[in-house]
């Protein structure tokens, strides 16, 4: 991602600098490319580890970096400022799918009509941040701390995992990036990985055909004191017990046919993390770069047609994926901020404050929900945001993990969404 094509120069320096923050964010490699677990800052912990428990529930949740335009994909086609405002790339009310009296769905997410039809998908409208937060760096900061005023600098989903006493870091595991989300920072150890085949030691393979890898590393890290020396064993331990997983086959099941590209690979790497049954309650997934300033475009073309297909296309073959283990996996989407009412010139949405959630899968009770504000046509006019995005997730904290709202969202009073039974 360029500044020229998203035309942000915040998010720009933001995807430059993942990689590189990597090294520092305890996520990346301890000797020779060595994935490892991640907690605060440099500091890894050392973790007595038992075998590895299966998980009832998994929350999966996709993150939709540089701040997805929710009015695209959750039309308010009753609304008549959206076709006054967006006199270009409003999308037409007779090509949108399951629209009722005054929603609708993007076409291009045709491929989740069957979820959609079985009553397991469902869309949050005027969701966000309770006070309008246009950086990115801030407001991703805010949404997955989710804790204002605290500089503990824990993350919610490291507050999910850590509400017990099992500390297995393959409880939690982020693919796509290797480097640990907000959301997953915190005292509770977790695995950032790409996708399962870095999940192992570096020269671990068929020339290794005596073991001497492992065996070396072992001697080598065996004794180190301090918070190097823990990780490292750590990171040895969590890949061994990651050993189920690697042995699932690459090969989707049910015929299920991922998108190409770093997004479909995740969404895969979900699947088979979730089949291998190792424990992972959590999985992180990121996707973008949705911060389309310029050419998020018509039906016809722009960046928005084409990830929304994407997408749609991906969601759509993990569920089938899954098979019957669909039954236990709730999915989330999450962006930092939703764009403004009104197009600007480059066929583009610039920074705004309200946004769509939308939920898949088991115990989603499908539908349109949320309450909404209207609209107003004006240069910097915003979806004001009408549900506190912690709503929505303390919804699922509670009847889908099992969690109280307080261990999760402390100081937080949600209020009832009814999105999940």
Same mark, same amino acid.
């Given at each position: =991602? ?6 942000? +120069?915040?998010?720009?320096?933001? !995807?430059?600098?993942?990689?590189? *923050?990597?090294?520092? *964010? ?19 912990? !050392? ?8 998980? +009832? ?29 967006? +006199? *270009?790339?409003?999308?037409?009310? !007779? ?6 009296? #005054? ?59 850590? *509400? ?34 870095? =999940? ?16 070396? =590393?072992?001697?080598? &890290? ?19 017990? #990651? ?12 015929? %299920?046919?991922? +998108? ?9 790497? %979900? ?18 770069? &949705? ?12 960046? =928005?047609?084409?990830? $929304? ?69 004006? %240069? ?6 009408? $549900? ?34």
């Amino acid at each position: =991602m360029t500044t020229e094509t998203c035309g942000c +120069p915040e998010y720009s320096r933001l !995807e430059g600098g993942l990689s590189r *923050r990597g090294l520092f *964010r305890g996520a990346a490699a301890v000797g020779a490319g060595l994935t490892s677990v991640a907690t605060v800052g440099t500091a890894f912990i !050392e973790t007595s580890y038992a075998a590895t428990r299966s998980a +009832p529930a998994v929350l999966v949740v996709l993150s939709m970096r540089g701040a997805v335009d929710g009015m695209s994909l959750v039309v308010p086609h009753a609304d008549p400022v959206y076709y006054a405002a967006r +006199p *270009r790339i409003a999308i037409p009310s !007779e090509r949108l799918l399951a629209k009722d009296g #005054f929603f609708g769905l993007h076409p291009h997410l045709e491929p989740l009509l069957p979820l959609w039809d079985a009553g397991r998908m469902a869309t949050v409208h005027a969701t966000g941040l309770p006070v309008p937060n246009r950086s990115h760096f801030a407001a991703i900061e805010q949404v997955e701390d989710a804790d204002p005023g605290s500089a503990a600098r824990v993350g919610w989903l490291n507050r999910l995992i850590g *509400r017990d006493t099992y500390t297995n870091p393959l409880e939690a595991i982020q693919f796509g990036e290797s480097v640990t989300p907000m959301s997953l920072s915190g005292p509770q150890p977790s695995v950032a990985v790409s996708k399962v085949s870095d =999940m192992r030691l570096p020269g671990a393979d068929k020339w290794d055909t005596g073991g001497r890898r492992p065996r070396s =590393m072992r001697t080598m &890290w065996g004794s180190v004191p301090g918070p190097l020396g823990a990780g490292a064993r750590a990171a040895m331990q969590a890949i061994a017990d #990651f050993g189920p997983v690697r042995a699932t086959s690459e090969t989707p099941a049910n015929a %299920a046919t991922y +998108p190409r590209g770093d997004f479909g690979e995740s969404l895969a790497s %979900a699947a088979r993390t979730i089949r291998g049954d190792v424990g992972a309650e959590v999985i992180a997934i990121d996707y973008g770069s &949705w911060d389309h300033h310029v050419d998020l475009g018509t039906l016809a073309w722009g960046q =928005m047609q084409r990830m $929304t297909k994407e997408l749609a296309d991906g969601i759509a073959a993990f569920f089938t994926d899954l098979g019957p283990l669909a039954s236990k996996v709730t999915l989330v989407t999450l962006s930092e901020f939703g764009r403004r009412t009104k197009e600007n010139a480059n066929y583009g949405l610039d920074h705004g404050h309200g946004n769509v959630m939308m939920l898949f899968g088991a115990g989603v009770k499908g539908g349109y929900y949320g309450n909404w504000p209207g609209l107003t046509d004006e %240069a910097n006019g915003d979806l004001l945001v009408t $549900t506190d995005y912690r709503s929505v997730l303390s919804e699922i904290a509670v009847k889908r993990m099992g969690a109280s709202s307080a261990q999760v969202f402390p100081g937080f009073q949600p209020e009832p969404v009814g999105v999940l039974v």
